[in-house]
């Protein structure tokens, strides 16, 4: 296929959910740009790998600027990545606090914020954000104070006013 395939960011993407969805995509016939810490090599042609830590703003300046390069454009971004570290919230530390919050938002925005510029150039796209159910089913016995402050932010529904998503890149 041309430039017409369509493409997708996927963050996180080494294993677990992040792994399941390049498959998915790659399925539904997409180019997959797939950035993780810990992401393997591949022959596969419609697969970009761009290793790295999502937290890191230049992650994402590469994973956007390189899938452009490679495949010409970006249809899908699936924040994936995403840290979580089960302790009771009075024994978190600092560097805890600021792990979690480097990925789990520094990273989102980071990585979103080039997307959806790319794709307001396109006329649309899709942002696709993964969180967890611990936001609103809490498990007793899984402390998970700060993955639900910072993923649970993420669940946020956006004004949909068009002033807010300009082009209408959010579905």
Same mark, same amino acid.
């Given at each position: 296929?041309?430039?017409?395939?369509?493409?997708?960011?996927?963050?996180?993407?080494?294993?677990?959910?992040?792994?399941?969805?390049?498959?998915?995509?790659?399925?539904?016939?997409?180019?997959?740009?797939?950035?993780?810490?810990?992401?393997?090599?591949?022959?596969?042609?419609?697969?970009?790998?761009?290793?790295?830590? !999502?937290?890191? *703003?230049?992650? /994402? %300046?590469?994973?956007?600027?390189? #899938?452009?390069?490679?495949?010409?454009?970006?249809?899908? =971004?699936?924040?994936?990545?995403?840290?979580?570290?089960?302790?009771?919230?009075?024994?978190?530390?600092?560097?805890?606090?600021?792990?979690?919050?480097?990925?789990?938002?520094?990273?989102?925005?980071? !990585?979103?914020? *080039?997307?959806? /510029? %790319?794709?307001?150039?396109?006329? #649309?796209?899709?942002?696709?954000?993964?969180?967890?159910? =611990?936001?609103?089913?809490?498990?007793?016995?899984?402390?998970?104070?700060?993955?639900?402050?910072?993923?649970?932010?993420?669940?946020?529904?956006?004004?949909?006013?068009?002033?807010?998503?300009?082009?209408?890149?959010?579905?």
């Amino acid at each position: 296929m041309g430039a017409e395939q369509k493409v997708a960011v996927i963050t996180g993407a080494s294993r677990g959910i992040g792994a399941a969805l390049v498959k998915a995509y790659l399925d539904r016939g997409y180019r997959v740009v797939a950035t993780a810490r810990s992401v393997e090599p591949t022959s596969n042609a419609d697969i970009l790998v761009v290793p790295g830590d !999502i937290a890191d *703003r230049q992650t /994402a %300046e590469r994973a956007i600027s390189e #899938g452009l390069d490679r495949f010409g454009r970006i249809d899908t =971004l699936v924040n994936n990545a995403g840290i979580f570290i089960a302790k009771p919230f009075t024994q978190y530390t600092a560097a805890d606090f600021a792990s979690i919050l480097n990925v789990n938002i520094a990273g989102f925005f980071h !990585i979103t914020q *080039r997307a959806v /510029a %790319e794709m307001e150039k396109q006329g #649309g796209g899709h942002v696709v954000q993964i969180t967890t159910s =611990l936001i609103d089913l809490a498990i007793a016995g899984v402390p998970s104070v700060l993955a639900s402050l910072t993923k649970g932010s993420l669940n946020a529904r956006p004004n949909r006013s068009r002033s807010n998503m300009r082009s209408g890149v959010f579905a």
